[in-house]
């Protein structure tokens, strides 16, 4: 399934799947990549997806939208594919086997720890969001590190290890929380249903 992987200076801030067949993007809060940024226009682009191909197509944005260092107006996204936006990079990733490879990386893993109930369980988790415009969306957890939050306001990375997942700090004034407690400098091991609260949104932990 294509999916739009956003960052801005290095730092994975968020990953979208790419499951409807219109995809908009732009900094008001109801499309459906909120990049919450004044280089970004409101209605900046949209993902048309037709079959396996997908375009990007510029919304006549007052800066406009570049892949690949070039300014486009409507462009078939390629796997691998940059787009940039302001100070945002949103790499553009559909391929299959990559997906594949996540989930046998996983399955192996469980193995190796013996295949324990603890490590078995250990492959698959979400964060499901609970307020703010994406409310209800899951974004699961195929990463080893998977970060989440808003830079300069609070950026929290989620990471995974033998034993199940781990909640950390990474920037900002504000603390997030787990629980309604604040995250200190140590990371905090999740639960299934711990909710936590970072940049005035909340997300809650599932683990399958």
């Given at each position: ?13 968020k990953?979208?799947?790419l ?64 787009v940039?936006?302001g ?122």
């Open positions: 399934m294509p999916k739009m992987i956003v960052s801005i200076d290095g730092v994975v801030i990953e979208v799947q499951t409807k067949d219109r995809t908009t993007l732009g900094r008001r809060p109801y499309n459906d990549i909120v990049i919450d940024n004044l280089a970004v226009s409101g209605e900046h682009a949209v993902m048309q997806m037709s079959g396996a191909e997908v375009f990007l197509e510029d919304l006549n944005s007052t800066n406009g939208t570049y892949v690949n260092g070039k300014a486009i107006k409507k462009q078939q996204l390629q796997n691998g594919d940059t940039e936006i100070k945002y990079k949103i790499k553009f990733v559909h391929d299959g086997a990559s997906d594949n490879y996540e989930k046998t990386t996983v399955i192996n893993s469980g193995a190796v720890e013996g295949a324990t109930p603890a490590a078995g369980s250990v492959g698959s988790a979400a964060i499901k969001v609970m307020s703010g415009a994406a409310t209800g969306r899951e974004v699961p957890l195929v990463k080893v590190v998977t970060t989440i939050g808003k830079p300069g306001v609070a950026v929290a990375a989620i990471t995974r290890r033998p034993h199940g997942y781990v909640v950390a700090l990474v920037e900002g004034a504000v603390k997030p929380t787990v629980n309604g407690t604040a995250l200190g400098t140590e990371a905090l091991n999740l639960k299934h249903g711990d909710v936590i609260e970072l940049a005035g949104t909340q997300m809650q932990f599932i683990q399958h």
